[in-house]
């Protein structure tokens, strides 16, 4: 496709929009179909039954992801527990889903392969439309082939799923055992799911942040409380309680969303039933 300048001079060649491959494979997809049957929740369904959740997306909208040489089809939405919102209209969860699938033009008539990242919404994303937003920078760069669409490393898909709504660690719920001192962590689900408790000593919480090796720069690694020379009672004990909360909380919500290594050895601490 060329675009022509219609004035008196002599005509000259203008940058090309489109490849005419390009196009004419545009063509074949929306000829094929699969552009409609991306345009539907059914895979956004499929996820929540896969993940355990309600087979429910709350505010659905789809994103049609054009690149130079590339067609995908976004789904978002609001999936889990608890419940929010008055309005039938404004019901939401703590949790967006982004679905993405495979770049269409390359499929061939094979199964449709579709990635998607979970993360929990911004204390002001009520609206799925802000949501969308806040994506589109990532979805560009994948148009653009600057990052992979959502992929998981082969060695990262057999990881355990994992959707909570959070973790709390009491302030009534450290226990001195001996010379050893328990914190009980309270884990609630996001599938509706009745909470469970696990107790854990700090060495414990050590193994963990070990395991998960956050980078220096990263919350999850300067939020981890240090270890005392002196006996850790009284305020240093409390001070000790609020910073494995404060962490642990970031490194679920990390490992919901951006770092899905972290799932094997979380859900592990938790025992993730």
């Known amino acids: 496709m060329r675009r022509q300048d219609c004035g008196d001079g002599d005509d000259e060649p203008q ?40 087979r429910r997306i709350l505010q659905p909208r789809f994103v049609v ?13 609001f999936v889990g527990e608890p419940l929010l919102g008055d309005r039938p209209s404004e019901k939401r969860t703590p949790f967006v889903v982004c679905l993405l699938t ?12 579709i990635n998607y990242r979970v993360r ?20 560009l760069d994948v148009a653009m082939n600057k990052t992979p ?4 490393p082969a060695a990262e898909q057999a990881q355990p799923q ?13 226990e001195e055992r001996g010379d050893a001192t328990y914190f009980r962590v309270e884990v609630t689900p996001a599938d509706g799911r009745s909470p469970w408790t696990v107790r854990r000593r700090y060495q414990q919480f050590h193994e963990l942040y070990t395991a998960v ?15 005392h020379l002196r006996p850790c009672v009284g305020e240093r004990l409390e001070n000790r309680r609020r910073g494995l909360e404060t962490w642990l909380s970031e490194v679920v919500r990390e490992a919901q969303s951006r770092q899905p290594g972290w799932l094997k050895p979380l859900c592990d ?5």
């Open 162 to 174: 994992l959707l909570l709504a959070g973790v709390a660690l009491p302030a009534g719920g450290v």
């Open 120 to 139: 929990k919404a911004g204390p002001f994303e009520t609206s799925i439309l802000s949501c969308v937003s806040a994506e589109v920078p990532t979805l």
């Open 213 to 227: 090796r956050p980078a220096t720069n990263h919350l999850a690694a300067m939020s981890f409380p240090r270890r």
């Open 269 to 273: 601490f938790l025992e993730t039933r």
């Open 102 to 113: 495979q770049n269409l033009m390359e499929t061939s008539g094979v199964q449709i392969h």
């Open 149 to 152: 669409s959502f992929l998981i």
């Open 65 to 77: 992801v054009i690149g130079a040489e590339s067609l995908r089809i976004a789904t978002m939405g």
């Open 15 to 54: 940058p090309e929009i489109f490849d005419a491959g390009i196009f004419a494979s545009m063509q074949e997809v929306l000829a094929s179909g699969v552009l409609e049957a991306n345009l539907t929740v059914g895979p956004a369904l499929h996820f929540a039954g896969h993940a355990n959740l309600v």
